[in-house]
């Protein structure tokens, strides 16, 4: 099968063409060389390159950004998406396409389940629902929408390398203790995408993160624990919990955004991983590197 992945030079598309499976044949397209809001760049690159199933992990990500640019991250997030809809369409490829936790409004008290109520609380999760339908209204039979949250990698911009450089700098550092969700590691990530790729008859609206639960505050301390063992950081390194209200930023993030990921499940036979062990894998591989 072929399998075209856009924005490959993101942490996801990079763990996705770290783990191709054998039975895959992959062509990774950065932004550079495919740019998802030109919906003529995508219909000729899809139409030369023929894939069986297109890999959207493409996507403006500056949420505070966002907020003062919210054009540039429709192209991406909403334009985008659609573009490749109707591509896929066209050629009779199948998409799948990357979403996040913040299309909901991190009001619940129960993990959210993929049918659950959205409401976007920021031009970011505006910009990616709106991706959401604009695939759902093009393909609803031949697409996935996976959604997914604080995810992270050994290289990219994240929060596990933010929390290394500020902890190594400072020894110490604040960070939020009342915003609860599930970190996910991007290696663990690329396993299931890989996983619904060679499942076709599999469509419609998936959520998949990391097992357990966590603030940013809980995972700062365990990046810091776990940075120590392996001396990517000294020991003692102090983390205090702040609130949100205490940390002020542009764009408003969602209080509580568990995903409840047990549809996927059932769907396939992969095992969801607490996220603190996937948390000492890109770590080791961070130190080894």
């Known amino acids: 099968m072929k399998v075209v992945i856009t924005g490959a030079s993101g942490q996801v598309g990079r763990a996705l063409l770290k783990s191709v499976p054998a039975q895959v044949s992959a062509v990774g397209l950065s932004r550079a060389e495919l740019d998802i809001g030109d919906a003529q760049a995508v219909m ?28 540039v991250a429709e192209r991406a997030n909403t334009t985008g998406p659609h573009n490749l809809a109707l591509a896929a369409r066209v050629t009779g490829a199948r998409l799948l396409h990357l979403s996040t936790d913040f299309v909901f409004d991190g009001l619940a008290s129960k993990p959210y389940a993929t049918d659950a109520a959205t409401n976007p609380q920021s031009a970011y999760g505006r910009t990616k629902q709106a991706g959401e339908e604009a695939i759902r209204q093009a393909i609803p039979d031949n697409s996935v929408i996976l959604r997914t949250a604080w995810v992270y990698a050994a290289e990219g911009n994240n929060f596990v390398r933010t929390m290394l450089r500020v902890m190594a700098a400072k020894g110490a550092v604040r960070v939020v203790a009342d915003q609860v969700g599930t970190p996910t590691a991007a290696h663990s990530l690329a396993e299931v995408i890989w996983a619904l790729a060679a499942r076709p008859d599999v469509s419609g609206t998936y959520h998949w993160t990391d097992a357990g639960v966590a603030s940013w505050y809980d995972f700062a301390v365990a990046i810091a624990e776990e940075a120590a063992v392996i001396g990517l950081l000294p020991a003692g390194v102090r983390v205090d919990a702040i609130a949100t209200e205490d940390y002020p930023t542009p764009a408003k993030r969602p209080s509580y955004s568990v995903l409840d990921k047990r549809l996927l499940l059932a769907k396939l036979s992969v095992s969801a991983h607490h996220w603190r062990n996937n948390l000492r894998t890109v770590l080791a591989e961070m130190a080894n590197a």
């Not at 023929?50 to 992990?57: F, K, Q, S, V, Y």
């Open 44 to 71: 000729s690159s899809m139409q030369s390159q023929r894939p069986g199933l297109i890999i959207n992990a493409g996507a403006y990500t500056a949420v505070d950004k966002a907020e003062s640019e919210p054009h």
